[in-house]
């Protein structure tokens, strides 16, 4: 089973990007980098509640 789950920018704290992820076999929270369109520089996302 997928979550709908919202990725937020760990500099300014915006939510920028959501997607699916199997939450049942991972038990950590997801960190990608991505481009932030209020920073305008690439950093780290992580996963919010």
């Known amino acids: 089973m997928q979550?709908?789950?919202?990725l937020?920018?760990?500099?300014?704290?915006?939510?920028?990007?959501?997607?699916f992820h199997n939450k049942?076999?991972?038990t950590e929270?997801?960190?990608v980098k991505k481009f932030c369109k209020h920073c305008n520089t690439h950093?780290?996302?992580r996963e919010t509640k």
Not at 3 to 6: E, L
Not at 8 to 19: I, L, V
């Open 24 to 26: 049942q076999t991972d």
């Open 43 to 45: 950093h780290v996302h």
């Open 29 to 31: 929270r997801l960190e």
């Open 3 to 6: 979550r709908k789950i919202v």
């Open 8 to 19: 937020a920018c760990e500099q300014c704290g915006s939510r920028n990007y959501s997607t």
